[in-house]
């Protein structure tokens, strides 16, 4: 055996280099790929692309030289034709830039946008909220005051309650009085009717037990008149106290109902005024935030504006480049083509250079 059974053969296309499947049994060896593999736009296997840079190789070690005016002529249609590519390319190069650095600009100008858009948003939410606390805090001092104005029908019906039971006491003194006046008037009679009794005692003698009984009698009721005017002043004397003592609780009650309607009243007044400022704080802010909403949406607008008119000009100039770069490009592949016309009539040319030019 002439090769070891370790040794990888690989493909003899220099430009390959792939590894060959082991050789099975004395028959010839493959050089090449087998596996349909093929090189450049003629699909060259690589048994074919070899032998084609074999013969370029032979040419270039040969003898044979091409005329010069034909490579001379050959070499500047070739220049002419590089010529416009390489601006076309630089062209590209310079509009793909332009764009890349406009749409860069216009997605950061977007975002800022967008962002400003969101904090607009955030405090025109905030100042609703604190409209809504406003409103709220009024609604709360409405309701105290509600309720402070019932609290002040409550205390005037106590007031008129206490008036009512001071009129009734009146009317119990009076009575009493009354009651007191009759049994004083009682007494001054039976005063009187003692006294011509005993100054008729030395004339009727025969009167006098009669008159004595009557006057025991008389006496007797006296006291027991009496008793009654005492126990009628005792129950006007606590009639007068409670009436004293009612003058005073309604003197302090009066006195702590206006104390509590003024407090309600300046709550009341405070509140209506804390009200109104936070209403005229939230309206203002409100309407500031407003203007400034306004105000940045039209720049806003007027740059999105601004750059839509840069980028359709931008591009409306790209597009005229891009025509005349076609153009260009079309002309470039026109000469081209007479180029490789040119060279296929040239009939030195070395039939390998043909091939590869088909």
């Not at 296309?13 to 049994?25: D, K």
């Not at 699909?43 to 190789?57: K, P, Y």
């Not at 100039?317 to 040239?346: C, F, Q």
Request: glycine share 6%; proline share 2%.
């Amino acid at each position: 055996m002439t090769e070891d059974a370790g040794q990888v053969r690989v493909c003899e296309y220099r430009r390959c280099g792939a590894p060959l499947p082991p050789a099975v049994g004395r028959g010839s060896r493959a050089r090449f790929c087998q596996d349909g593999k093929t090189w450049g736009r003629r699909n060259l296997s690589c048994r074919d692309a070899e032998a084609v840079l074999s013969d370029a190789e032979s040419l270039r070690e040969s003898d044979t030289e091409l005329d010069d005016t034909a490579v001379t002529t050959l070499a500047g249609q070739v220049d002419r034709i590089l010529e416009p590519a390489r601006g076309l390319v630089e062209t590209l190069t310079t509009l793909r830039h332009q764009l890349e650095a406009t749409t860069t600009t216009a997605l950061a100008e977007r975002d800022a946008a967008l962002a400003e858009a969101d904090e607009h948003r955030l405090q025109r939410g905030r100042a609703e909220a604190e409209a809504a606390q406003a409103r709220d805090i009024a609604e709360s001092a409405v309701a105290a005051a509600a309720e402070a104005e019932r609290e002040r029908a409550a205390a005037l019906g106590e007031r008129d309650e206490e008036r009512a039971a001071r009129r009734a006491a009146l009317q119990e003194q009076q009575r009493a009085e009354g009651q007191l006046t009759a049994v004083r008037d009682e007494l001054a009679r039976v005063a009187d009717r003692a006294d011509a009794s005993a100054a008729l005692a030395g004339e009727r003698a025969a009167v006098i037990a009669t008159l004595t009984a009557e006057l025991a009698a008389a006496r007797t009721t006296l006291e027991e008149e009496r008793g009654r005017g005492q126990a009628a002043a005792a129950r006007a004397d606590a009639l007068q106290e409670r009436l004293d003592a009612a003058r005073d609780e309604h003197a302090k009650a009066s006195a702590a109902q206006e104390a509590a309607l003024d407090a309600v009243r300046g709550d009341h007044a405070k509140a209506a005024a804390a009200h109104e400022a936070a209403l005229d704080r939230a309206r203002a802010e409100a309407e500031r935030l407003r203007a400034g909403f306004d105000q940045r949406l039209a720049e806003l607008q007027a740059a999105h504006e601004q750059t839509v008119r840069s980028m359709h000009d931008t591009t409306t100039n790209l597009g005229a480049e891009l025509r005349i770069a076609a153009g260009r490009a079309d002309a470039a592949e026109r000469e081209l083509a007479g180029v490789l016309t040119v060279l296929r009539k040239t009939p030195d040319l070395p039939e390998t250079l043909k091939q590869l030019l088909d």
